[in-house]
């Protein structure tokens, strides 16, 4: 369990790097990951003008954000082990720490993603808060408004995005998450989960075609990122090599190779490219083997990241 927050030092994780995480973490940093993916693709399908046609995605992505934020939050508090005094983090805003920019980021991220509800209300919660429908009336009677609306989303879940990977990586006490490639690899798996999710939710043939075509580039990027990450922990001290070996022969190999490389990103490669290819046709295998390759991956590295530390002769 973390040992967050104290009452002398509230701001900052009383030694994380010497804590044994669960299963919450993994959990808020895939559910993060994929919120900050929505977001930039709710972003970009807004300043694309598909809020003016009856789709699914920009009717209720946003609202499927909220809940998907508010649960990775939830997996958060119970990872915490002093849960009453969390709200010291918000008392405060310490530049050089990494839990209070994610602190606040999340904090930004709930009216930012209310904004964009208001965009579009769907049929079905018209003239249930007559405020809100005001409002929505307001913001469609100024274009830019709306345009900004979708910048603001892509901007916030930039930073959400990166903030996943940073968060590990600013441990430096465990080899394995310090890399300047995690920030990198977090962001483009989750633009990948969240490509596949709309991919697998839309009901809008354009939508599914252009989510599934942004997936492939994703995880043609992604592949990129994983070599980076690897290349460079092989390419540093001997504690870092002995690091990554855990993914690459290690304990955590089987999982890294096949759950994660194979069936996440190479499979579901294959089959999406056949699909935009018009080869066969598109279906809810790939994108289900992205969600689940992407939270594997966070598990995967979490869990490997706590098994390496700098003491010699660590590895079996």
């Known amino acids: 369990m973390i040992q967050e927050l104290t009452t002398t030092r509230h701001n900052e994780l009383i030694d994380p790097t010497l804590q044994i995480w669960g299963w919450q973490i993994p959990i808020y940093l895939f559910i993060g990951g994929l919120v900050a993916g929505i977001m930039?693709?709710?972003?970009?399908?807004?300043?694309?003008?598909?809020?003016?046609?009856?789709?699914?995605?920009?009717f209720y992505l946003p609202q499927i954000s909220l809940i998907l934020l508010s649960a990775g939050m939830l997996a958060l508090f119970l990872d915490l082990e002093h849960k009453l005094s969390v709200w010291r983090l918000y008392t405060t805003f310490k530049i050089t720490s990494p839990m209070s920019w994610g602190a606040w980021i999340l904090v930004i991220i709930y009216p930012v993603l209310f904004l964009n509800t208001l965009i579009r209300i769907p049929e079905r919660f018209q003239n249930v808060i007559p405020l809100f429908d005001r409002l929505s009336a307001f913001i469609n009677k100024h274009p830019v408004l709306?345009?900004?609306?979708?910048?603001?989303?892509?901007?916030?879940?930039t930073l959400l995005g990166m903030y996943t990977g940073v968060l590990l990586s600013s441990l430096g006490a465990r080899p394995l998450w310090n890399s300047a490639m995690l920030w990198m690899l977090f962001l483009v798996?989750?633009?990948s989960s969240a490509a596949a999710f709309v991919h697998l939710i839309t009901d809008d043939a354009y939508e599914r075609e252009l989510l599934a075509k942004a997936d492939n580039a994703f995880l043609t990027l992604e592949l990129f990122a994983f070599g980076g990450f690897i290349s460079g922990l092989l390419t540093s001290t001997r504690v870092h090599i002995q690091a990554i070996r855990l993914l690459l022969d290690g304990s955590y190999a089987a999982y890294f190779w096949v759950f994660v490389i194979g069936l996440g990103v190479v499979v579901p490669l294959s089959i999406q490219l056949l699909a935009v290819n018009h080869k066969i046709k598109h279906s809810p295998v790939a994108p289900m083997l992205v969600i689940a390759g992407g939270l594997i991956l966070?598990?995967?590295?979490?869990?490997?990241?706590?098994?390496?530390?700098?003491?010699s002769g660590w590895i079996r």
């Open 146 to 157: 709306i345009k900004n609306i979708g910048i603001l989303n892509m901007f916030v879940g």
């Open 298 to 311: 966070r598990f995967v590295i979490v869990f490997a990241g706590q098994e390496s530390h700098w003491t």
């Open 189 to 191: 798996s989750g633009l």
């Open 40 to 58: 930039i693709i709710s972003g970009y399908l807004v300043l694309k003008g598909q809020y003016k046609k009856n789709v699914f995605s920009c």
